[in-house]
């Protein structure tokens, strides 16, 4: 983890999960790419409205190769389960 990353944890939406949003939210300045700077490009689905839940779900399915998607499968296998829980926890923080 960077120095950046350090910073206070906060318990995630799911129960008993502790991720860190201050983390995610550095790993989301590459989600703006496709996203969009607000992570709310209309042509993508928009990250913060989704649950904590559902973005670990789908990024961990991404990753594993069961959710078709050539570029978020590209993206998610590079994440580990700690960057999969610190990104959901910045973007189902957002309003």
Not at 45 to 60: G, M, Q, T, W
């Amino acid at each position: 983890m960077t120095l950046f990353a350090v910073g206070v944890m906060i318990v995630a939406r799911g129960p008993g999960v502790a991720a860190d949003a201050a983390y995610g939210e550095y790993l989301a300045q590459e989600c703006a790419t496709c996203h969009g700077a607000d992570a709310e490009d209309a042509s993508i689905p928009p990250l913060p409205s989704l649950r904590y839940e559902e973005l670990v779900a789908a990024l961990k399915a991404y990753r594993e190769g069961t959710r078709p998607n050539p570029v978020m499968q590209s993206v998610a296998r590079s994440l580990g389960d700690a960057e999969i829980e610190a990104l959901a926890a910045y973007f189902s923080g957002q309003s």
